[in-house]
T-cell receptor
Framework: GAVVSQHPSRVICKSGTSVKIECRSL??????MFWYRQFPKQSLMLMAT?????????EQGVEKDKFLINHASLTLSTLTVTSAHPEDSSFYIC???????????????FGQGTRLTVV | LAKTTQPISMDSYEGQEVNITCSHN???????ITWYQQFPSQGPRFIIQ???TKVTNEVASLFIPADRKSSTLSLPRVSLSDTAVYYC?????????????FGTGTLLAVQP
């Protein structure tokens, strides 16, 4: 299947600093990417939908000024956690819908995830 | 979006067949049913997708009754490495911008 590469896999940062997470679709073009956050023993929570060349759409309760999303090309979306605090520590996962590649055009491919720890 | 309901957890032993059922009462006519597997600290991995009756691949089988209001993921002869969370999703079938919303998932614990 299609591959979504997410980098870094884990990062530790100091409180108040910013962290950027990259998500790349390696062998297909992803006009739309999704960003999720997952806390321990919980399900994935959708944070925002990232569309190439336009502003991201954030879910209710997600601060757009804190979680900056950029989708500058058809193969790259980035999530920047600004002024990170310990409560932002979580597992962040990106996903891309591969329209036209899946058996029913509905298959989504996920990155490996990024473990963010803010100290 | 079709809401899905599945058991929070299940226990099994190595070598057994495991069946995880998911309810999706308000599934739309064009919706497909997709199952993902997630190991700790990894992104979800696609397992299988189906529309009706039965679908089988090298990993699992998916059984979907005629009314499509539920589906059952069948894992044959599970091993310890099948311990994971399994998510049942019914994503919209058109438009890449439609959201993929995860439910609680089923934590499958396989014991020796």
């Amino acid at each position: 299947g299609a591959v979504v590469s997410q980098h870094p896999s884990r990062v530790i940062c100091k409180s108040g600093t910013s962290v950027k997470i990259e998500c790349r679709s390696l062998d297909f073009q992803a006009t739309t990417m999704f960003w999720y956050r997952q806390f321990p023993k919980q399900s994935l929570m959708l944070m925002a939908t990232s569309n190439e060349g336009s502003k991201a759409t954030y879910e209710q309760g997600v601060e757009k000024d804190k979680f900056l999303i950029n989708h500058a090309s058809l193969t790259l979306s980035t999530l920047t956690v600004t002024s990170a605090h310990p409560e932002d520590s979580s597992f962040y996962i990106c996903s891309a819908r591969a329209v036209g590649l899946g058996s029913a055009d509905t298959e989504a491919f996920f990155g490996q995830g990024t473990r963010l720890t803010v100290v | 979006l079709a809401k899905t309901t599945q058991p929070i957890s299940m226990d099994s032993y190595e070598g057994q067949e495991v069946n995880i059922t998911c309810s999706h009462n308000n599934i739309a006519t064009n919706d497909y049913i997709t199952w993902y597997q997630q190991f700790p600290s990894q992104g979800p991995r696609f397992i299988i997708q189906g529309y009706k009756t039965k679908v089988t691949n090298e990993v699992a089988s998916l059984f979907i009754p005629a009314d499509r209001k539920s589906s059952t993921l069948s894992l044959p002869r599970v091993s310890l490495s099948d311990t994971a969370v399994y998510y049942c999703l019914v994503p919209p079938t058109w438009g890449a911008t439609n959201k993929l919303i995860f439910g609680t998932g089923t934590l499958l614990a396989v014991q020796p």
